[in-house]
């Protein structure tokens, strides 16, 4: 039987095509490719059922990172029953998730559980940490991690066949909009990040799955666009942050540059809105500053 790969909107926010997981069914063997977060569980679940395989039946969850939007429900498919695949840097913040919690909470504030719901440990023995180049069988394949860091430095890409699970490191493209690279902290690193996109173009396969969101089949010409928007996106931070302005006065400017960008490529009205929910302009703020700090240091 030829295996399926089916795209779960989970409706962040209620915003379609802003953040997905994905069924990949091999022979008889379900798993999931991403959990979202915890707020959007009872979507997750539900869109389970309706593709004829309900929760209980997913033994084997792929997370590409620990951030809340991929992995924020890994905690319950775990509490019943599944065994959860996750790169070695991510494996203890899934186990005692307080650290990753208490910083989210400073940020987020009282939005955080409409935003990204709860978190709560995961049994050491329902996790697997998995090893660069590791294959996990799965029905009558296998997938196999690629340790891809620039995002996060717990990032993997998953290979299926011919399919590449890309999480963040992929970037984010919604629709038929521009590919822009998310770039929260603590640990975007522009040069890990352009290797792993050399890493990702010289694999066999023929589609990427986005996170932020859905299929991309012209491989070189996305992951290319990646690259110039990362670096372009670095650069327009450098002197402002060496200038030594804050994140406060950074970010109107930076949300006006990249909104520029969007506009220019007819990115407006819900189409923005899932952009900016996918990837908001503050937190690449964030993100790009820290790298540029960790480079003087
Ligand atoms: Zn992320």
Redesign the pocket.
Known sequence: MKPIIQTLDLNFQGHSETVAAFLVVSNDEVALVETGPHSTFETLKTACQAAGHPLETIKKVFLS?I?F??AGAAWTLAAMGATIYVHPFGEKHLIDPSKLYNSARQIYKDEMDTLWGKMEGIAPERLHATQHGEKIPLGNSEMIAWHTPG??VHHIAWQFEQDLFV??VGGCKIGTGIVVP?C?PPDVDVEAWVESILLMKNLPVKRLHLTHFGQVTQIKKHLNQLERRLKRWANWMKPRYEKGLTANEITPQFQAFTDRELTRYGIVGEHKAQYDSANPAWMSVMGLMRYWHKKKI
Do not use: L, Q, S, W
């Open positions: 990172h951030h939007d991929h995002h996060a999480g963040d998310p929260p």
